[in-house]
T-cell receptor, first 114, second 117 residues
Framework: DQQVKQNSPSLSVQEGRISILNCDYT??????FLWYKKYPAEGPTFLIS?????DKNEDGRFTVFLNKSAKHLSLHIVPSQPGDSAVYFC?????????????FGTGTRLKVLA | GAVVSQHPSWVICKSGTSVKIECRSL??????MFWYRQFPKQSLMLMAT?????????EQGVEKDKFLINHASLTLSTLTVTSAHPEDSSFYIC?????????????FGPGTRLTVT
C-alpha cells in the first residue's frame, strides 16, 4: 500500500516558467511533509518542509502548499531553471509517533528546458 | 546543513559473501539514523531505524538477520548485508536527523551502490 504517491512520473517545463509537482497521501496521521531533490547515484537533498498546522511555506523560488482536507501537497518552483532538473520526492512523517521516519513518494522527474 | 558520509560509495561482491556499509554523521551526533534502499527508477524504501545503543527497528518485510544494523556510537551506524545475493544489488542510502535543529528534516548520505555478482 503506497501511502504517499506522486502520480506524475515526469514533467517538462520551459526555463523561466513555473514547475508544479504534486503529491498525495492517504494516512491522516502524517503531520509533517518535506520535498527532496535527487540526482542519480546521489543522496537526496532537502528543499523545503511544511507542518500540518500551515497551508503554505515559502523559501526563495520554492513554495510548498498543503491541502489537508484533500490530503494533497504541491511544490511550486518559480522561475524554473535548468539546474532544477532532477527527480523530486515528497516525503511524509507522523511526528506524533516519535519515530521521525519518512515515507517517500514515488518521485517525479523534472526536466527544465533551456 | 549537516553532513552525512557513507563508505564505500560503491562495492562489488560475490554471491554468498557479506559486505559492510558505514554511515557517519560528520558534524553532529545522531542518536537515530535511517537506512533506505532504492531500486532503479523507484522510490526510496525505508529499511530500518538505527538507534544508538539499542536494537534497530526494522520495517515490515525486511529481514533483520540478513541486514544487520549496528549503531555503536553517536556518529556511526553500519549496515551489513550478510550472505549477499544478486537480488540484494541496489543503492543503499542512510540518513540522520540533527537533533540541534528545531525542524525535522533528515540529512542524507551520498549512497552506496552494491552489486552482487
Amino acid at each position: 500500500d503506497q501511502q504517499v504517491k506522486q502520480n506524475s512520473p515526469s514533467l517538462s517545463v520551459q526555463e523561466g516558467r513555473i514547475s508544479i509537482l504534486n503529491c498525495d497521501y492517504t494516512n491522516s496521521m502524517f503531520d509533517y511533509f518535506l520535498w527532496y531533490k535527487k540526482y542519480p547515484a546521489e543522496g537526496p537533498t532537502f528543499l523545503i518542509s511544511i507542518s500540518s498546522i500551515k497551508d503554505k511555506n515559502e523559501d526563495g523560488r520554492f513554495t510548498v502548499f498543503l491541502n489537508k482536507s484533500a490530503k494533497h501537497l504541491s511544490l511550486h518552483i518559480v522561475p524554473s531553471q535548468p539546474g532544477d532538473s532532477a527527480v523530486y520526492f515528497c516525503a511524509a512523517s507522523d511526528l506524533g509517533s516519535g519515530t521521525y521516519k519518512y515515507i517517500f513518494g514515488t518521485g517525479t522527474r523534472l526536466k527544465v528546458l533551456a | 546543513g549537516a553532513v552525512v558520509s557513507q563508505h564505500p560509495s560503491w562495492v562489488i561482491c560475490k554471491s554468498g559473501t557479506s559486505v559492510k556499509i558505514e554511515c557517519r554523521s560528520l558534524d553532529f551526533q545522531a542518536t537515530t539514523m535511517f537506512w533506505y534502499r532504492q531500486f532503479p527508477k523507484q522510490s526510496l524504501m525505508l529499511m530500518a531505524t538505527s538507534n544508538e545503543g539499542s536494537k534497530a527497528t526494522y520495517e515490515q518485510g525486511v529481514e533483520k538477520d540478513k541486514f544487520l544494523i549496528n549503531h555503536a556510537s553517536l556518529t556511526l551506524s553500519t549496515l551489513t548485508v550478510t550472505s549477499a545475493h544478486p537480488e540484494d544489488s541496489s543503492f543503499y542510502i542512510c540518513s540522520a536527523r540533527d537533533p540541534r535543529v528545531a525542524t525535522y528534516e533528515q540529512y542524507f548520505g551520498p549512497g552506496t551502490r552494491l552489486t552482487v555478482t
